[in-house]
Nanobody, 122 residues
């Protein structure tokens, strides 16, 4: 499966951005999706995840109440709506997919998008 992430950009603190991840390549019914991010000098960290079939979601504590992950099964697309952005949200955001259950460990994912840069200015 191929993943294409988009939607990053520059925004002021308190603003919003919407990231999208489009999947292609094979039937996308058994993949669970997640967003990770990696700030300069830091390890890649889990942001949010969603199960494809049921739509159950999971969030990192740092983004709960501000970010919302959703999926459009017809379009094989996962979206991350980011509100009330903070400078500490600045990072490259990656979407990832796996056929097993949602995981917060990046090493558990074999399928990755190319990343999209989000910069939040103070």
């Amino acid at each position: 499966v191929q993943l294409q992430a988009s939607g990053g950009g520059l925004v002021q603190a308190g603003g919003s951005l919407r990231l999208s991840c489009e999947a292609s390549g094979r039937t996308f019914t058994n993949y669970n999706m997640a967003w990770f991010r990696q700030a300069p000098g830091k390890e890649r960290e889990f942001v949010a995840g969603i199960t494809w079939n049921v739509g159950s979601t999971s969030y990192a504590d740092s983004v709960k109440g501000r970010f919302t992950i959703s999926r459009d099964r017809a379009k094989s697309t996962v979206t991350l709506q980011m509100n009330s952005l903070k400078p500490e949200d600045t990072a490259i955001y990656y979407c990832a997919a796996r056929t097993m259950g949602l995981e917060t460990r990046s090493a558990a994912y074999k399928n990755w998008g190319q990343g999209t840069l989000v910069t939040v200015s103070s």
